[in-house]
């Protein structure tokens, strides 16, 4: 098995990254959420592409191909895809006193639990730690919420995001960071 490499993502992933985000949603849920859940939790998930024109989005790469992306933000806004329009909000967030954004985080389903998602979320973790954050928060799926406890995120509150009468169970964690 190749190694993995991250980079900061391009306007031109965005066509590969919606088709391995589309799947990461569909496959990986699969045992977590009903397939009602699924099909509801596409209103709410999907890449903001605030974060890809922020410079703050991580692919992760094996042979050329993307097997993993996430990121993190300074923004206020703490879930959602571009088509999630009311979970938005673009305010800057302060690094003195809030915590930066961890953001859109999926795995090819047939890379996952090899290390992808760890990868990209310490990088995504060592980029607000240099931009002067000391906490990162995320909203966590159920099938994240393993990755994010071994990775020391600590449950802050369990919520439920209702579309079309669906209800879809998400996780609010949070983590201290440090250089």
């Known amino acids: 098995m190749q190694a993995v490499s991250t980079r900061w993502a391009a ?3 965005l066509p590969a990254l919606g088709s391995l985000i589309a ?7 699969a045992g977590f959420l009903t397939p009602e859940q699924i099909a509801a ?19 992760a790469e094996r042979d050329g191909e ?10 206020a806004t703490l879930y959602g895809g571009d088509h999630s329009t009311s979970l938005r909000d673009p305010q800057l967030l302060d690094p003195a006193r809030d915590a930066a954004k961890i953001r859109a985080m999926y795995t090819h389903p047939r890379c996952a ?7 990209i979320l310490s990088g995504c973790e060592q980029a607000a ?5 000391s ?7 159920l099938s994240g919420q393993p990755l994010y406890v071994a990775s020391g995120y600590q449950p802050v ?23």
């Not at 993307?66 to 923004?75: A, E, F, K, M």
Request: hydrophobic share 50%; net charge neutral.
């Open 41 to 59: 939790s596409r209103a709410i998930m999907g890449l903001d592409t605030q974060l890809v024109v922020d410079g703050t989005y991580l692919v």
């Open 129 to 133: 730690c240099a931009a002067g954050f």
């Open 157 to 179: 509150e369990t919520v439920e995001a209702i579309v079309n009468e669906v209800a879809v169970p998400l996780v609010r964690m949070r983590k201290h960071v440090t250089a």
């Open 23 to 29: 799947l990461s949603i569909e496959t990986l849920q």
């Open 11 to 13: 306007m031109a992933d």
């Open 135 to 141: 906490a990162v928060e995320l909203m966590a799926t």
């Open 113 to 119: 639990r090899q290390g992808i998602g760890r990868v």
């Open 66 to 75: 993307i097997v993993g992306c996430g990121g993190w933000s300074r923004r």
